[in-house]
């Protein structure tokens, strides 16, 4: 496996339902992030995780709990889901440095569907 | 607030040229970044314009000019696998990235 790995690519869930998005990166990273895609939108920043550590939460809903229990593996909880959060969750990840050169490689995505 | 523009969708010929913009307002300016994201899949990256001017690359170059708050992407000999969406961010003062909501770009026979 190269690159960064999500699974599952697609995931139907009622609003009930307690399930998890899994994010895998194979290149050394040093930082993970989960964004939410909707169409015609603006990628949303929603956790950012730098050295195993979060930095960043965008005013997230509390349904929505990210883990990183290493610098290669990053998970999205979902749990009791509204059915505007169907969306596209991408993860990516990149090697930070001083320069601000932030180069982002992206996985695939989650298309999630909340019924 | 910050705020990055481009065209929602753009239609082109195959072997034509075309021209992506993207103007941008953010807090400060740490450079501007390209992607290309095909449908269903994961976004790519392309360029990173810091300084004014142009970069090229292969077909694609990409123009900054920080003092009007406007980059593109120009996108030469289109082929059909050029069709994908193309995504503007920009990196602002707190090295937070600014998305655009991405450039649909259609290309024909």
């Known amino acids: 496996e190269t690159g960064v790995t999500q699974t599952p690519r697609h995931l139907v869930m009622g609003m009930t339902n307690k399930k998890s998005l899994k994010c895998e990166q194979h290149?050394?990273?040093?930082?993970m992030y989960w964004y939410k895609q909707s169409a015609k939108k603006p990628l949303e920043l929603m956790f950012v995780?730098?050295?195993?550590?979060?930095?960043e939460n965008n005013s997230v809903p509390s349904r929505f709990s990210p883990e990183c229990p290493n610098s290669s593996h990053l998970f999205l909880h979902l749990h009791t889901l509204q059915p505007e959060d169907s969306a596209l969750y991408l993860c990516?990840?990149?090697?930070?440095?001083?320069?601000?050169?932030?180069?982002?490689?992206f996985g695939a995505g989650s298309r999630l569907t909340v019924l | 607030g910050q705020n990055i523009d481009q065209p929602t969708e753009m239609t082109a010929t195959e072997g034509a040229i075309v021209q992506i913009n993207c103007t941008y307002q953010?807090?400060?300016?740490?450079?501007l970044f390209w992607y290309q994201q095909h449908a269903g899949e994961a976004p790519t990256f392309l360029s990173y314009?810091?300084l004014d001017g142009l970069e090229e690359k292969g077909r694609f170059s990409s123009f900054l000019s920080r003092s009007k708050g406007y980059s593109y992407l120009l996108l030469k000999e289109l082929q059909m696998k050029d069709s994908a969406s193309y995504l503007c961010?920009?990196?602002?003062?707190?090295?937070?990235?600014?998305w655009g909501a991405g450039t649909k770009l259609i290309i024909k026979p």
């Open positions: 990516a990840s990149s090697q930070e440095s001083v320069s601000g050169a932030n180069v982002l490689t």
């Open positions: 290149l050394g990273h040093n930082a």
């Open positions: 995780y730098s050295l195993e550590e979060r930095v």
């Open positions: 953010t807090s400060g300016f740490n450079g």
């Open positions: 314009n810091v």
């Open positions: 961010a920009v990196m602002d003062s707190n090295y937070q990235l600014i």
